[in-house]
Structures are given as structure tokens and as C-alpha cells.
């Protein structure tokens, strides 16, 4: 621990609206404007390679910092956490003026320094980078949680704490340009939905796992129980076809396809979302239907994409001998879950809705319009 003076707190919020698909994870990108022909005006919108500045907001789970509809940049956060290193929470011994923490990391891509800031509680709440080289903002938000993960987690694990990280900013320091993680809201929508008699016991068990998915606030997990529920549907397929097939009935193979462009998109999603329909934005199509999977089949997407992707996952935690054997601070990045996490929600509203026609969105028709009854 050391004592010097913390950085100036500003705040710098704005409230938003959904820019992506609702409830997943993003990033908000501020560009500086310079004066006349300052050449800081042609930096690339990702960054370019310099030195940055990376900054961790912690909270307490299940207490947000700010309400869901706002951001702001970590100058105007304090953050939280249970981890008490200054007072009045915590004297430190032989140094009881201090009010910081200083972390060292050292990985493969050199040795990073952090400096942790407490709130006015005395509870550790940020976690600032020295500036370091990186090619860019998405690969300096990299380095820096490779090199800052372990240290947290050797906390946690220690002291039987949960040290959730709220919010990351990244910052260009040659142009000051700032990247700021964030989760899309939810939509508040009415209570309007078709009353059931008595759902199929099948379809609770999804219904159920989806919104145990929704709760969560970890993108890793709520892609397990996305990907869970697929592998259950395709699973409740095949079972079908065997019993079908031993009582002389085909049943042809459900085919979906992925739609091939922006308007084709819309009008899929405007089928599986009621509330949203005709709500969607350039970033929402994106992040439904990467344009790289576009017109492929659903079952082609699942097996060369999302399958590896679960795969990989569970590699992070063990090999075929049961024994953890890498480092999940290393390896469970949740970059490509984020990228795939909304597609991969829609693939399962896409299968309940062919699969339990008379359980979900009944009242649904495929151009999005309501059937009224």
C-alpha cells in the first residue's frame, strides 16, 4: 500500500437508449475533436497502437452503481466491493495514512502496474492501469485484464469474496479517446400475452433455463444455458423422429436458415420478439445475425460455430481427466460470447416457437403481426 493523492473524480453520464439487442453486453466509444487539421483527428475509431490506459469499476452483485438506462465514464464512478483497504473500513497495519493499493502483473506480454483506489467507505472500488503499449483499445482492454484476472481472483478465493467488475473504460492516451463497457437495457413492456391453460412439462424446463439465463449476469453463463437449451431441442428432435420412424411415420428434418440481409433480418427477429418488432437498429441486426453466418442453416452454425465455442469453454475448466489444468482467468474471455451470445438466443427462440407452436408466441404470426383472439 502507498499514499499519494487520487486521480480527479469528474462525472461524465448520459442516459441511452437499447443500441443492440436488449440485455447484451457492448461498448460506447467517445472520439475527441481537435482543432484545425491536428493529425489526432485521423485516429482509426478502434485506436491505434500507443499507449493506454485501462481502468476496472468494481460493484457488489446485485447492486448496480447507476441505473440501467444511464453510463458514465469510470472518472464519475467510485465503484464497490467487500474488500476493505483503507479507512475507515480497514487500518492498514504499519501504514494506516495509506490510501491506495498498488498491483503488479506480470504476463506474456510484459509487466503491468494497477493502482486501486477505495471508495469514501474504505472499500476497494477502481483499479487504474499505468499507461502501456497495446495495438489498440480492444487489445489493451486484453492485456490488461490477463494481467490484472489472477490478482483478483487469488483475492476472492482467499478471502471468500466476490470481486465483480461493473465496468471497464479503456482509454487511448494520445487522443484521449475512451471506450466504455456497458450492458443494454431491458425493454419495460406491457403484460400482454395469451393466456395458457397448462404449459407441456418439456417446454417449462426451457421456458425455465431461459429466464435462469436472463437473471444471470455473467455472459459466459448465460450463453451454457442458451446453448443447453439447443442441445436439449435438438436432442427432443431426434427422440421424435426414432419413435415416429418405429411407428411407420416420417417426419422430414426441420431446416432453418439464418436470413441473408439487414430487412430479412428484421422481419425474423419481428417474429420471435413481439414487443421489439420494428424496433431495430443497424447494431441490433449485427448482433443478431453477424454478417458472416448470414443465410447459412441454423444446425450448420450450431456445429461450427457454437458447439466449438461451448467446447472451448469447458476446456477451460478441465481435460478428458477431470483435473483443472488451465487457467480460466487466461482463457474464459467473453469476447467471442459476447459476439455470438445474441445470436445464439435467437436460435432458440427461433426452435421453441417450430418446436411448441401452441406453448410460444401462439398469438405470433411470421410477419410479426398479433393474431387477435
Given at each position: 500500500m502507498?499514499?499519494?493523492?487520487?486521480?480527479?473524480e469528474?462525472?461524465?453520464?448520459?442516459s441511452?437508449?437499447?443500441?443492440?439487442?436488449p440485455?447484451e453486453p457492448?461498448?460506447?466509444?467517445a472520439?475527441?475533436?481537435?482543432k484545425g487539421?491536428?493529425?489526432?483527428n485521423n485516429?482509426p475509431?478502434?485506436g491505434?497502437?500507443g499507449d493506454?490506459q485501462?481502468t476496472?469499476v468494481?460493484?457488489?452483485?446485485g447492486?448496480?452503481?447507476?441505473?440501467?438506462?444511464e453510463v458514465?465514464f469510470?472518472?464519475?464512478?467510485?465503484g464497490?466491493?467487500h474488500l476493505a483497504?483503507t479507512?475507515?473500513?480497514?487500518?492498514p497495519?504499519?501504514?494506516?495514512?495509506?490510501?491506495?493499493?498498488?498491483?503488479?502483473?506480470r504476463?506474456?506480454d510484459g509487466v503491468?502496474?494497477?493502482?486501486?483506489?477505495?471508495?469514501?467507505?474504505g472499500?476497494l472500488g477502481k483499479l487504474i492501469s499505468d499507461p502501456?503499449?497495446a495495438?489498440?483499445?480492444?487489445?489493451?482492454?486484453r492485456?490488461?485484464?490477463r494481467?490484472?484476472?489472477?490478482?483478483l481472483?487469488n483475492w476472492?478465493?482467499?478471502?471468500?469474496?466476490p470481486?465483480e467488475?461493473?465496468q471497464v473504460?479503456c482509454?487511448e492516451?494520445?487522443?484521449?479517446n475512451?471506450?466504455v463497457?456497458?450492458?443494454n437495457?431491458?425493454?419495460e413492456?406491457?403484460?400482454?400475452i395469451?393466456p395458457t391453460a397448462e404449459?407441456?412439462?418439456?417446454?417449462r424446463?426451457y421456458a425455465g433455463?431461459y429466464r435462469?439465463?436472463?437473471?444471470?449476469s455473467s455472459t459466459?453463463?448465460r450463453f451454457l444455458?442458451?446453448?443447453?437449451?439447443?442441445e436439449?431441442l435438438?436432442a427432443?428432435?431426434?427422440?421424435?423422429?426414432?419413435?415416429?420412424?418405429k411407428?411407420?411415420?416420417?417426419?422430414?428434418a426441420?431446416?432453418?436458415t439464418?436470413?441473408k440481409?439487414?430487412?430479412?433480418?428484421?422481419?425474423?427477429l419481428?417474429?420471435i420478439?413481439?414487443?421489439?418488432?420494428?424496433?431495430?437498429?443497424?447494431?441490433?441486426?449485427d448482433s443478431?445475425?453477424?454478417?458472416?453466418?448470414?443465410?447459412q442453416e441454423?444446425?450448420?452454425?450450431?456445429?461450427?460455430?457454437?458447439?466449438p465455442?461451448?467446447?472451448?469453454?469447458a476446456?477451460a475448466?478441465?481435460?478428458?481427466?477431470?483435473?483443472?489444468t488451465?487457467?480460466?482467468?487466461e482463457?474464459?474471455h467473453?469476447?467471442?460470447v459476447?459476439?455470438?451470445l445474441?445470436?445464439t438466443?435467437?436460435?432458440?427462440?427461433?426452435?421453441?416457437?417450430n418446436?411448441?407452436?401452441?406453448?410460444?408466441?401462439?398469438?405470433?404470426?411470421?410477419d410479426?403481426t398479433?393474431?387477435?383472439g
Amino acid at each position: 500500500m502507498s499514499s499519494s493523492s487520487k486521480p480527479p473524480e469528474k462525472t461524465t453520464s448520459a442516459s441511452i437508449n437499447l443500441i443492440g439487442m436488449p440485455g447484451e453486453p457492448g461498448d460506447l466509444v467517445a472520439i475527441n475533436r481537435f482543432k484545425g487539421t491536428d493529425p489526432r483527428n485521423n485516429a482509426p475509431l478502434q485506436g491505434a497502437p500507443g499507449d493506454y490506459q485501462v481502468t476496472f469499476v468494481l460493484c457488489r452483485p446485485g447492486y448496480k452503481l447507476l441505473p440501467e438506462t444511464e453510463v458514465s465514464f469510470a472518472t464519475g464512478l467510485t465503484g464497490d466491493s467487500h474488500l476493505a483497504i483503507t479507512k475507515p473500513a480497514f487500518t492498514p497495519p504499519g501504514n494506516p495514512d495509506a490510501d491506495q493499493i498498488k498491483i503488479y502483473g506480470r504476463t506474456e506480454d510484459g509487466v503491468f502496474t494497477f493502482t486501486g483506489y477505495p471508495n469514501k467507505k474504505g472499500f476497494l472500488g477502481k483499479l487504474i492501469s499505468d499507461p502501456f503499449k497495446a495495438l489498440d483499445r480492444q487489445d489493451a482492454k486484453r492485456k490488461a485484464y490477463r494481467a490484472l484476472a489472477p490478482s483478483l481472483s487469488n483475492w476472492s478465493v482467499h478471502l471468500d469474496i466476490p470481486l465483480e467488475v461493473f465496468q471497464v473504460d479503456c482509454t487511448e492516451i494520445s487522443t484521449g479517446n475512451s471506450q466504455v463497457s456497458h450492458t443494454n437495457p431491458y425493454w419495460e413492456v406491457p403484460f400482454a400475452i395469451t393466456p395458457t391453460a397448462e404449459l407441456k412439462a418439456n417446454f417449462r424446463g426451457y421456458a425455465g433455463l431461459y429466464r435462469e439465463a436472463l437473471a444471470s449476469s455473467s455472459t459466459v453463463y448465460r450463453f451454457l444455458c442458451f446453448y443447453k437449451i439447443i442441445e436439449g431441442l435438438r436432442a427432443r428432435r431426434k427422440r421424435l423422429e426414432r419413435d415416429a420412424k418405429k411407428k411407420g411415420i416420417a417426419i422430414g428434418a426441420t431446416v432453418e436458415t439464418l436470413p441473408k440481409d439487414a430487412p430479412g433480418i428484421a422481419g425474423w427477429l419481428n417474429a420471435i420478439f413481439p414487443i421489439l418488432s420494428g424496433r431495430w437498429n443497424p447494431m441490433a441486426i449485427d448482433s443478431s445475425v453477424p454478417p458472416e453466418v448470414r443465410g447459412q442453416e441454423i444446425s450448420d452454425v450450431i456445429e461450427k460455430i457454437l458447439k466449438p465455442l461451448r467446447g472451448n469453454i469447458a476446456h477451460a475448466l478441465s481435460d478428458e481427466s477431470e483435473e483443472l489444468t488451465m487457467n480460466a482467468d487466461e482463457l474464459l474471455h467473453t469476447q467471442q460470447v459476447n459476439k455470438w451470445l445474441g445470436l445464439t438466443k435467437c436460435i432458440v427462440r427461433r426452435m421453441l416457437k417450430n418446436d411448441f407452436p401452441g406453448d410460444f408466441l401462439s398469438y405470433l404470426r411470421e410477419d410479426g403481426t398479433i393474431i387477435a383472439g
